[in-house]
């Protein structure tokens, strides 16, 4: 008998968990604990059942090698039915794409299905259309949400809104789209592209509890500039206690009305890094942070990244 023939279960258990792949979607990248898996029998865990008998007896036992699903346009429904049903009562991570209205009638219903039991969600361009607003159930455990939808469609809003508004464990937000309500004083996490500056003026005043704070200028896409598109009043100025990372990507003058006491680590992202050197050292200035990381990044260039040394 070999050695990996007398693993006892459990140990097989840990080795088959660390077999998931590891996906590269919106919502992996912001929040690590959320990982997505596309059924395929080339990775786990459908490829540890083709192993061998006992395996495959251990691998659908193990509700957490079935607790995340990304089921692209491809995947059989009859296999993310059994996907699902082999995660037994697990919170799940669910990732779906609907980016056609062809392929809506077979995202809705197992988003709806799976909402209530949800752990980490992404939805990525999503719509409801026409037909009655579907229903959402009393009891939300969602942690994690990311979220786009560029397309105006007021019922959608209205849906994610009560969504968003109703689920005590969220504290992590990606948002790209229109405005929308949701439990902002919960979220110790936002990732936040606005579609108009006053967006982005109502939100930030109930960011109480923000560690760490990521603000994404939407692309123009009449030959605007960015800065001249979403520009913010003079008067408007916020501090925010509670921030010690703060993500920047394509412009510097939201930095003029924001103050940071606490900000530990800056990230900015912008296509003329050195026109924004004075407004980021009045920002620092400003704030009177003891700032320990400072990443520049620009497109097409190396990025750079300081530290402090203690």
Same mark, same amino acid.
């Given at each position: *008998?070999? +050695?990996?023939? %007398? ?11 660390? =077999? ?5 979607? *919106? ?13 395929? #029998? ?18 659908? @036992? @193990? ?18 039915? =059994?996907?699902?049903? %082999?995660? !037994? ?26 909402? !209530? %039991?949800?752990? $980490? ?22 942690? &994690?949400?990311? +979220? ?20 005590? %464990?969220?504290?992590?937000? $990606? ?17 936040? =592209?606005? @579609? $108009? ?11 109480? &509890? ?14 605007? +500039? ?17 921030? #010690? #990372? ?28 050195? &026109? ?21 990044? $620009? ?9 402090? @040394?203690?």
């Amino acid at each position: *008998m070999s +050695a990996i023939d %007398r693993t006892p279960d459990d140990v097989l258990v840990e080795i088959f968990l660390c =077999c998931l792949p590891q996906d590269k979607s *919106m919502v992996a990248s912001h929040f690590p604990r959320a990982v997505f898996s596309t059924p395929s #029998t080339k990775t786990a865990p459908l490829l540890l059942c083709a192993i061998c008998a006992r395996w495959r007896n251990v691998a659908i @036992t @193990t509700r957490l090698l079935w607790s995340s699903l990304d089921p692209k346009e491809v995947v059989n429904p009859l296999l993310v039915k =059994c996907w699902l049903e %082999r995660s !037994g009562q697990a919170l799940i991570s669910l990732s779906l794409s609907p980016y056609s209205y062809n392929s809506l009638p077979r995202h809705l219903p197992l988003l709806l299905q799976n909402i !209530g %039991r949800c752990r $980490h969600l992404e939805i990525v361009g999503w719509f409801l259309g026409a037909g009655k607003e579907p229903s959402l159930p009393d009891t939300l455990r969602l942690e &994690s949400v990311s +979220a786009s939808m560029r397309q105006k469609d007021a019922r959608a809003v209205q849906w994610f809104s009560a969504m968003l508004t109703n689920s005590p %464990r969220l504290t992590r937000l $990606h948002w790209d789209g229109p405005p929308i309500s949701a439990a902002w004083s919960q979220l110790t996490y936002l990732s936040f =592209c606005p @579609t $108009h500056p006053m967006d982005l003026v109502d939100v930030l005043p109930r960011l109480i &509890s923000v560690v760490e704070l990521h603000l994404i200028y939407p692309i123009p896409y009449d030959g605007t +500039a960015i800065e001249e598109a979403f520009s913010i009043p003079p008067t408007v100025s916020y501090t925010l206690p509670t921030v #010690t #990372t703060f993500g920047r990507e394509l412009g510097y003058n939201l930095l003029a009305f924001l103050t940071l006491p606490n900000l530990e680590n800056l990230i900015f992202c912008d296509r003329h890094l050195s &026109s924004g050197a004075l407004t980021i050292h009045r920002f620092l200035n400003r704030s009177g942070c003891e700032l320990k990381s400072l990443e520049l990044q $620009h497109a097409g260039s190396h990025n750079f990244r300081f530290t402090t @040394t203690t």
